[in-house]
């Protein structure tokens, strides 16, 4: 199943529950990566995340270059080209990323263990880290020849970690709830509802 339809599959089965979902866009979230996340906290002006995004940017640029990409690329990016999130709970703003098996990569787990403890996060760390290592094998073959800005050639899936982090990362530092991510390894993203339905029924409740 493509990544579309698992997450069209969620959806339906989230939306037949009685839980509302949707799609949106954040001005910080955009090509420009973890620069982009630092121009759109310095325009904010707001006190209470300064300390949380300067931790955030120190953690990805070290991924940023731990996955190998080209730290000159990333000013020159486009600022008007935002990145998607796969869905926002709508009642309580949190998002909501629902991970099939190209997201459990040794790209991923590289970016995993530069975490820093006590990171806000909405998933099991140490279960992430367990898939990762079970599924890199197969999983680093997906779309491998494929190009990625600031990663070359066969860069896609480096891209695609350093996109998860990105996530992970900015979206606490810039006062929202921390990100749901919900294993679809298998693709089945009715499936993967029902297995996570209590975490998602739950944020309403939080």
């Known amino acids: 199943m493509t990544p579309a339809a698992t997450h069209a599959a969620f959806a339906r089965a989230a939306a037949a529950d009685g839980v509302e979902l949707e799609r949106q866009s954040f001005d910080w979230l955009c090509e420009q990566g973890h620069v982009g996340l630092e121009r759109v906290a310095k325009a904010r002006r707001d006190p209470a995340i300064v300390a949380p995004v300067k931790a955030a940017l120190d953690v990805l640029q070290a991924i940023y270059v731990r996955l190998k990409g080209d730290l000159t690329v990333l000013p020159a ?60 094998p197969t999983s680093d073959a997906i779309a491998r020849g494929l190009p990625a800005k600031g990663f070359g050639f066969s860069g896609v899936q480096r891209e695609r970690a350093y996109h998860d982090a990105l996530r992970d990362l900015g979206f606490p530092a810039m006062g929202h709830p921390p990100v749901l991510r919900i294993a679809a390894e298998d693709g089945d993203g009715v499936a993967a509802y029902a297995r996570h339905r209590e975490r998602v029924r739950a944020l309403s409740a939080a």
């Open 77 to 136: 990016a486009r600022a008007n080209l935002l990145l998607p999130v796969d869905f926002v709970h709508v009642e309580t703003g949190t998002v909501i990323e629902v991970d099939g098996p190209e997201h459990f990569t040794s790209f991923r787990r590289a970016t995993l263990d530069l975490y820093p403890a006590g990171a806000l996060l909405g998933f099991d760390l140490a279960d992430y880290r367990a898939r990762c290592d079970r599924l890199a």
